[in-house]
């Protein structure tokens, strides 16, 4: 199992010079969120977000109690929400 731990988006400011951000607060997005960061940066003027990379850390299995531990951890698996479903969380 693994929790998202930083989220570094690469952009391309106005003078063409291409920069790494670290988000200050969010550590992990979906496409949609990331769509519309990109819509957000360039209608403000700040450049171009050309992608973003989540980078994750590894959890002891002893961590994990149930399924609501993990949502609230923010873990993700491949089958998380199938999962979840069938442990009746």
């Known amino acids: 199992m693994r929790t ?9 400011r106005l003078n063409g010079d291409i920069e790494k951000v670290i988000h200050p607060r969010l550590k992990n997005i979906s496409k949609m969120q990331f769509k519309q960061m990109q ?9 171009d977000i050309l992608s973003f990379d989540v980078e994750y850390k ?7 109690k149930t399924s609501s ?5 923010g873990v993700h698996t ?5 999962n979840m479903s069938r442990m009746g969380d």
């Open 4 to 12: 998202p731990t930083k989220l570094t988006l690469t952009i391309k």
């Open 39 to 47: 819509v957000a940066t360039k209608k403000a003027g700040k450049g």
């Open 58 to 64: 590894e959890l002891a299995q002893a961590t994990i």
């Open 69 to 73: 531990d993990m949502f609230y951890a």
């Open 78 to 82: 491949d089958n998380t929400v199938s």
